[in-house]
C-alpha cells in the first residue's frame, strides 16, 4: 500500500526535541516500511488526491480539509485539551465531525471512545525498545518528565511536579524535572517554591539525552491529572529503561504503581518501590514488551487492510455522501480566558479586522488581520473594559462588549502563600459588588473564607476553565526580560502594597481591607501565652539579630507567660537555631493555629504569613522586619520595628532571587549583609511588648 501520513504543523519528523504526535508518526512510518509500504510524511499542501491508498491524518483542522476536498482518511485523536474543555465546545464538535467523517477514526485511550459517541476505536501508545533500554545502576533518584501546563492555563500543573518535588524533599530524594523550556520555564516562574536543592530542572533535552537520563534515574513520578494517550510516551519510554513507575490511573495494561495526586500518597508508594524495587522493575520490564511499536503497528497494519479494501482513492466518504453539503456560516467564539481570544471558525473563506479596544478610553489596544479558521488575542491579561470590533472583507461589521453582570467569572489565586491569599481575599468580594457577577475564587486555603464571604462561590478544584465566562489569575507574575508581566501587573508589584496586587489587576480602587476570617474557639490553657514565629522563606526575611528572639523568649517568660513557636520548620532549618525555652507547635492545620492565636495574648512575627494571619484574627501583632518598606504590608491595627537609620527596603527596590536564600542585594557578602534586621534589638521590641502585655 502507499500511506501518507500527514504532519500535524511544520515540525521536523523525527522530532529533534519536544513532539509526541510527530513521535509517533515517525515510529508509524520506520515500523510500515518494515512490513513492506510505500510511506511518505507530507504537509498538508503536499498532499496529491488519489495518490495514496491511506490517508492518515492527526490534527481536526485537517481532517475537516480532506473531507471538503472528497479524500478519504483516517483520523487519529491527540488532544487532551478537547478532553479538559468539555463537550458543550466547538473544538469538541470539530473533533467528532472529524471523527464522524473518517473511514476510521482512532483515539489512543478507552476512556476517549465513550466521550466521543462511541465513534473511534482504541489503539495504545508503543514505544522502541530498541533505543529504550534498561542498564544496570543503583540510582533511587527521582523524575519527572513532561510539558507542564494547559492551553487556558500554561502554568497549571497537569503533569504533578509539586507532588514529586516535594515528596521527594520529604523522603531527603534528589529529583530531575525534564521538559521544554518554552513551557516548564514560565511554571518554574509561577511555582518558584518548588526551585529548591534538592530539585534538578533540565530544559529541552534532545531525544538522546533524554534516553539517558532515563537510564540513570530510579523511577519516574507522572501524577498527571490528565492524558489523552493510556499509557502516554513518557510513561512508556521510562518502563522500557527500566523505571519503576508511579502515576494516576492511565496506564492501562502496563504495569505501574498507582498514585493519587497527594504528597502523602506518592510518598507511601515511593517507600514501596523503594522496598521492593528489583520487583516492581522487573514486572515493569516485563508488561512494557507488549507495548513494542512492532506490535502496535502491526494493529494499526491490520485496520489499514481493512479500510483499504473500500478502496479509499476512488470511493467518497461513505459518511460524507450521506450528509447534504451545507454552506456554513462562520462561528465567531469569543472568550475571556485569561484575557480575550477571539476564534473565527468555519468553511467560508473570509478575511477579518480585529481591534480589541479599551472602552475606558477608547485605545486600540492590539488590532489585527487574518483569514477564517484563525485567532488572535492582545497580550494583556489583567481587567481591562474590552470592546471588540470585528469587521469582514465587505465592511460588516460586529462588535462585542465584554459584560460581567450576572456572568461565570473565575478569580484564580495563584499563590499556596498564606500571606498572598490573606492579602488579597477581600477584594475578591469587592469586585463581586462592583460588576454584580457571579464570582468564583480558586484559593489554597478556602476552609478560612466560605463562612465568612458567603455571597463568593469558592472552588476546590478547578477540572475546566471554560466552565467560567471570564477567568483572571492573581499573582506576581515575572517575564524573562525586564522583571514583571505588565500585562497582568501592570504596576510593579514591589512598588505598591501587597493587598494592591490584586486591585491593580482587577482595576479596583485601593483601600487597605482587613480579611475575614471564619471564627475559632479560643485555645485554653492554664497559663497565659503569646505567640512567635521565627521562620520565613528567606533569610532576609528573619530577625537576623542573634540575641534577639532569645531575649523576648527570656523576658516574657519572667513576667510568667509561655510563649508558642508557630513556625513550622525544624530547629536548625537553614542554619537557624529556635530560642530556647519556647513550646513548639507541629503538626496542626491552620485552623488548629488559628485556635491557639486566637486565645494568645499577642503575636511577634516577621513578614511572613504567619503575621498576616494574625493580624487578620485580630491578635495583637508586632511585624519585626526590614527587609520591606512598611507600606509594603498591613498599616493598621499593626505594630512594626523597623531601623530607618540602616539599609532596609531592598524588597521595594529589587526584585527578589527566589532561588538564592541569602539574598542580600545590595551587602551580600560584606559585614553589612542583613545588617535592617541585624541593627534590631530586642530593647527596641521591649517597650511594645509591655504596651500590649501591660507590664
Not at 515511593?270 to 502496535?296: A, G, P
Not at 520591606?628 to 504590608?633: G, M, N, Y
Not at 520595628?641 to 539574598?663: E, L, P
Request: charged letters at 25%.
Amino acid at each position: 500500500m502507499k500511506i501518507a501520513q500527514i504532519n500535524p504543523g511544520h515540525m521536523a519528523i523525527p522530532p529533534q526535541n519536544w513532539g509526541a504526535v510527530e513521535k509517533i508518526i515517525w515510529y508509524y512510518y520506520l515500523e510500515l516500511k518494515k512490513l513492506g509500504h510505500e510511506v511518505d510524511i507530507l504537509n498538508m499542501n503536499e498532499l496529491e488526491s488519489g495518490k495514496y491508498d491511506i490517508v492518515h491524518t492527526h490534527m481536526w483542522n485537517h481532517a475537516l480539509e480532506l473531507r471538503e476536498k472528497e479524500i478519504p482518511y483516517i483520523f487519529t485523536f491527540h488532544d487532551h485539551n478537547v478532553y479538559l474543555y468539555g463537550k458543550n465546545t466547538k473544538i469538541y464538535e470539530d473533533n467528532l465531525l472529524a471523527m464522524k467523517f473518517a473511514e476510521l477514526a482512532i483515539v489512543p485511550a478507552p476512556f476517549l471512545i465513550e466521550y466521543f459517541e462511541d465513534v473511534p476505536i482504541y489503539l495504545e501508545h508503543g514505544i522502541s525498545l530498541e533505543e529504550y533500554y534498561p542498564i544496570e545502576n543503583n540510582s533511587k533518584r527521582l523524575l519527572c518528565v513532561g510539558n507542564n501546563g494547559v492551553s487556558a492555563n500554561p502554568t497549571f500543573d497537569r503533569k504533578g511536579f509539586r507532588y514529586a518535588i516535594l515528596a521527594a524533599e520529604k523522603l531527603n530524594l534528589p529529583i530531575t524535572v525534564v521538559g521544554p523550556s518554552n513551557g516548564n520555564k514560565n511554571f518554574f516562574q509561577k511555582h518558584s517554591d518548588l526551585v529548591k536543592p534538592h530539585v534538578e530542572i533540565i530544559y529541552d533535552a534532545t531525544p538522546d539525552q533524554l534516553k539517558e537520563i532515563y537510564r540513570n534515574h530510579g523511577i519516574l513520578v507522572h501524577a498527571t491529572s490528565i492524558e489523552a494517550g493510556h499509557p502516554p510516551l513518557t510513561v512508556l519510554e521510562a518502563a522500557a529503561s527500566g523505571l519503576p513507575v508511579l502515576t494516576t490511573d492511565c496506564s492501562e495494561k502496563l504495569h505501574t504503581i498507582t498514585v493519587d495526586r497527594e504528597v502523602d500518597d506518592v510518598v507511601d508508594k515511593l517507600n514501596y518501590v523503594i522496598s521492593n524495587y528489583n520487583e516492581e522493575r522487573n514486572k515493569t520490564l516485563d508488561s512494557v514488551k507488549s507495548f513494542d511499536w512492532k506490535n502496535i503497528v502491526s494493529k494499526l497494519n491490520d485496520f489499514y487492510i481493512n479500510v483499504s479494501k473500500t478502496d479509499m482513492k476512488s470511493v467518497a466518504l461513505r459518511m460524507y455522501n450521506k450528509v447534504k453539503k451545507l454552506n456554513y456560516d462562520n462561528v465567531i467564539q469569543i472568550n475571556y480566558i485569561n484575557g480575550p481570544k477571539i476564534n473565527i471558525i468555519g468553511h467560508n473563506p473570509e478575511n477579518y479586522n480585529v481591534k480589541f479596544i479599551d472602552k475606558s478610553n477608547n485605545e486600540i489596544v492590539y488590532e489585527t488581520n487574518f483569514p477564517t479558521n484563525s485567532w488572535a488575542a492582545p497580550n494583556k491579561k489583567k481587567f481591562v473594559d474590552w470592546r471588540i470590533v470585528i469587521t469582514d472583507s465587505k465592511n460588516n461589521v460586529i462588535q462585542r462588549d465584554l459584560e460581567l453582570k450576572n456572568k461565570k467569572v473565575m478569580l484564580y489565586i495563584d499563590s499556596s502563600s498564606i500571606g498572598d491569599t490573606l492579602a488579597w481575599i477581600p477584594y475578591v468580594d469587592e469586585f463581586r459588588k462592583k460588576h454584580d457577577c457571579e464570582t468564583y475564587v480558586f484559593t489554597f486555603h478556602n476552609s478560612l473564607f466560605k463562612e465568612v464571604y458567603p455571597d463568593v462561590i469558592f472552588v476546590d478544584k478547578i477540572n475546566d476553565f471554560f466552565d467560567y465566562d471570564v477567568v483572571y489569575r492573581i499573582g506576581w507574575y515575572y517575564n524573562l526580560t525586564d522583571g514583571f508581566d505588565k500585562n497582568i501587573n501592570q504596576t510593579s508589584p514591589i512598588t505598591i502594597p501587597l493587598q494592591q496586587t490584586i486591585t491593580d489587576i482587577l482595576d479596583l480602587d485601593y483601600k487597605e481591607i482587613k480579611p475575614k476570617v471564619k471564627e475559632f474557639p479560643k485555645y485554653k490553657t492554664n497559663r497565659p501565652y503569646i505567640c512567635i514565629a521565627t521562620n520565613s522563606t528567606a533569610q532576609a526575611k528573619y530577625w537576623n539579630n542573634p540575641t534577639g528572639w532569645q531575649e523576648l523568649v527570656d523576658y516574657v517568660k519572667s513576667k510568667g507567660y509561655d510563649v508558642y513557636l508557630l513556625s513550622k520548620e525544624e530547629d536548625g532549618y537553614m542554619g537557624n537555631r529556635q530560642p530556647n525555652g519556647v513550646i513548639k507547635i507541629s503538626n496542626k492545620s491552620l485552623e488548629e493555629i488559628g485556635s491557639i492565636l486566637q486565645g494568645a495574648e499577642m503575636f511577634v512575627g516577621l513578614g511572613s504569613g504567619l503575621t498576616w494571619y494574625a493580624w487578620a484574627l485580630n491578635v495583637p501583632t508586632i511585624l519585626i522586619s526590614g527587609f520591606s518598606e512598611p507600606w509594603q504590608e498591613m498599616q493598621t491595627d499593626i505594630i512594626r520595628v523597623i531601623n530607618t537609620s540602616v539599609c532596609h527596603g531592598c524588597f521595594a527596590k529589587h526584585i527578589f532571587d527566589r532561588g538564592d536564600w541569602n539574598w542580600c542585594p545590595e551587602h551580600k557578602g560584606t559585614q553589612r549583609q542583613f545588617e535592617c534586621t541585624k541593627s534590631i534589638t530586642f530593647d527596641m521590641v521591649k517597650p511594645h511588648i509591655e504596651k500590649l502585655l501591660k507590664i
